[in-house]
């Protein structure tokens, strides 16, 4: 069993009231929309992370990372890019690549809403943790924090913090 933090949209700023909620994981996966590669730096001193460039990050972010991660935690088969939509809205191009590749889990960020919901047609479990940084619409600092069990995904808990 693995506890994952989930986030997204750090913007250059990772605060430090989420560290204690960082430490309790297995995992870290990070959405895109990092800003600064010392971001990455940092939750690595932290525990195992996986990331996905976003919109806003630079070359040298984009030379580490990929724009799209598809991997395996325990027996659940994961796909992570920053903009994808959500359950029928998906982005140019996604509804496809999620049907190649058959995930039991689509996470994406970009909106800085946070939204969990079920593709009842693909059968995929939606996530975006919302922002944690502190550019951006949103009103409170959100990412999720859930359990991976075999083929389980349980215990979601959504972590806030005031802006």
């Known amino acids: 069993m693995k506890t994952i933090a989930l986030l997204s949209d750090t913007h250059h700023k990772l605060d430090s009231r989420l560290e204690k909620h960082l430490r309790e994981c297995d995992e870290i996966w990070h959405a895109g929309d990092i800003g ?29 990372l990929k724009e799209i991660e598809l991997f395996r935690c325990e027996d659940v088969k994961v796909m992570m890019i ?33 939204k969990v919901m079920y593709d009842k047609k693909l059968k995929i479990l939606h996530m975006n943790p919302g922002a944690v940084g502190d550019y951006g619409i949103h009103k409170v600092k959100t990412m999720l924090k859930f359990k991976i069990d075999n083929k389980d995904i349980k215990d979601l808990k959504i972590i806030e913090i005031e802006r």
């Open 36 to 64: 600064s590669i010392e971001i990455i730096d940092e939750l690595n001193k932290i525990t195992k992370v996986r990331a996905v460039t976003g919109n806003i990050d630079n070359h040298i972010i984009r030379r580490s």
């Open 82 to 114: 920053h903009i994808g939509g959500y359950p029928g809205r998906y982005t140019k191009g996604i509804k496809e690549r999620l049907k190649e590749y058959e995930p039991d889990l689509f996470i994406c960020g970009h909106s800085h809403i946070l």
